[in-house]
């Protein structure tokens, strides 16, 4: 019914910029909390940022300052800007929606993940 769709992600020197995408589709009628999570090889999945409906964001302490995270609800979209990044960054990214479809059933979706490396 619902499906997210990831983009963005690629190779960036450290100090460089990334924008992560996620865009649903489906039968929405509406999307409350947006995130976006990572996970590095052999580390444990970190939830990194997350946006409510009404636009109020927060982050993990370790990328407070150099990530925005930003929604735009009329193309239910979700967006990750990155800055500054540095090599622990590396990770693949998912983001995370809860929606609520047309027929007001409660989903939690996932994206497929997007592969962020921050190598010189």
């Known amino acids: 019914q619902v499906q997210l769709v990831e983009s963005g992600g690629g190779l960036v020197q450290p100090g460089g910029s990334l924008r992560l995408s996620c865009a649903a589709s489906?039968?929405?009628?509406?999307?409350?909390?947006m995130g976006w999570y990572r996970q590095a090889p052999g580390k444990q999945r970190e939830l990194v940022a997350v946006?409510?409906?009404?636009?109020?964001?927060n982050y993990v302490d370790s990328v407070k300052g150099r990530f925005t995270i930003s929604r735009d609800n009329a193309k239910n979209t979700v967006y990750l800007q990155m800055n500054s990044l540095k090599p622990e960054d590396t990770a693949v990214y998912s983001c995370?929606?809860?929606?609520?479809?047309?027929?007001?059933?409660?989903?939690?979706?996932w994206g497929q993940g997007t592969q962020v490396t921050v190598s010189s």
């Open positions: 489906g039968s929405i009628f509406s999307i409350n909390d």
């Open positions: 995370n929606m809860k929606i609520v479809s047309k027929m007001l059933f409660i989903y939690e979706n």
């Open positions: 946006i409510s409906r009404g636009g109020s964001p």
